[in-house]
């Protein structure tokens, strides 16, 4: 491979600043509906007793769980020493830190009182999953700033296998993390499950590469600069291979729930007769999110066209947040039995009563604001600092790359 050479993003253009502010004002948005919730309490938005997760979780996890994906592509860099993904890796560590940040501000908004997490991050009950979260997303922050530093200073470039090789492992920690919120809650029949672990690490790389897919098609064509048939055939193609891996992971898991006696009820409710969350489901997660990208992906014909990646990625961020949807939401929604093998008389517990839930226009700003604030501080660092490589053309990124 040729010597690759960074500069930022260059040149005043209106469009630019004209997505700054589009992206600012989005994110002012989010803040007057974070402080209207503040202000008035949550009974104004559509999380009841019953639903206390909301869409501003639906947009925090899977942003926290796209940030882990996004680091990936400086992992198959460093770590398995792909030079083809070496350009690369500078911007995938900064989407890293970006989503990171916009999925942790919606969850620190969302809270009734934001001011006493200092009391979570300074008193851990190691006992919680919550605890070690907190503990695995500020380690986030640290070990990816100290890679991207590594990365960008060329005289700390020796350590960058070492550097990438521990980013890895603490992205795989923190997504098992993430995923295990979930997992060890037993007494949710949606969630209790240890497949749901090792699930969402796979989301996380298709979600992760589908936004640095979009990003980088973006900058690179914003910018002016060369993005060759090598780099961009490579990235689709990988990312067709991690949207079938999660497509994968999703039959099994459900498979295995239908295998189980007890989880017929919840399978039953997402499959077949769950309303919104079963068309989400089917429409959103299957067909839009997961079987019109792999068909873009893979063929030889559709692939090719730039205009149809960039729909089948959009596509994945849309299936994502359906799949998240489905999982948090409809995952509460889903009715527990306090009392199995009892006859209840009368309960105030909704005891099998499928919980109602329709998110408020305050939530749905709030979980914007955490994507806008995850691009506007890309497009800012990308401004300011050499994270873009001058050129992706085939002749630089492939050192076997023949001319015809």
């Known amino acids: 491979m040729a010597n690759i050479h960074y500069r930022p993003f260059e040149g005043c253009t209106t469009g630019f600043y004209g997505v700054l502010a589009v992206l600012a004002g989005v994110l002012l948005a989010a803040l007057g509906a974070a402080w209207y919730m503040e202000h008035n309490g949550h009974w104004v938005t559509g999380m009841t007793n019953q639903v206390i997760w909301g869409t501003p979780h639906v947009f925090a996890v899977f942003l926290i769980v ?33 989503l990171l940040a916009g999925g942790l501000m919606v969850l620190v908004l969302d809270l009734g009182r934001p001011d006493r997490l200092i009391v979570a991050m300074t008193y851990y009950n190691f006992k919680s999953i919550f605890a070690w979260n907190i503990f695995l997303y500020v380690g986030f922050f640290a070990v990816v700033i100290v890679y991207l530093w590594v990365m960008m200073e060329r005289r700390m470039n020796i350590y960058s296998k070492s550097a990438g090789t521990f980013a890895f492992i603490w992205r795989l920690i923190l997504t098992t993390g993430t995923g295990s919120i979930f997992g060890f809650l037993v007494a949710r029949d949606a969630y209790n499950s240890a497949l749901l672990a090792p699930m969402f690490i796979v989301f996380s790389f298709a979600y992760g590469l589908a936004i640095y897919l979009l990003v980088l098609m973006a900058a690179m064509k914003g910018a002016s600069r060369d993005l060759g048939d090598v780099v961009f055939t490579r990235l689709r193609r990988l990312l067709g291979v991690f949207i079938a891996g999660s497509f994968y992971f999703v039959l099994v898991y459900h498979l295995t729930n239908l295998y189980i006696t007890q989880r017929h009820g919840i399978e039953a409710f997402v499959l077949l007769d769950g309303g919104i969350y079963t068309k989400m489901f089917w429409i959103g997660q299957m067909l839009l999110g997961s079987l019109i990208p792999m068909v873009i992906c893979f063929h030889s014909g559709l692939g090719k066209s730039r205009s149809l990646v960039a729909l089948a990625c959009l596509l994945v961020v849309i299936g994502g947040l359906a799949q998240m949807y489905v999982t948090i939401i409809g995952g509460q929604a889903f009715p527990m039995q306090l009392l199995p093998d009892k006859t209840l008389v009368s309960s105030g517990f909704f005891d099998g009563v499928v919980a109602g839930y329709r998110p408020s226009l305050p939530e749905i700003l709030l979980g914007v604001g955490g994507v806008a604030i995850a691009l506007l501080l890309t497009a800012v660092a990308v401004r300011a600092l050499p994270f873009l490589p001058e050129s992706l053309s085939d002749t630089v990124a492939d050192p076997h790359h023949k001319t015809t």
């Open 66 to 98: 796209a940030a882990s994906g996004a680091l990936n592509v400086a992992s198959i860099s460093s770590v398995f020493g792909r030079a083809l993904y070496k350009p690369l890796s500078r911007l995938s560590g900064l989407l890293a830190v970006a």
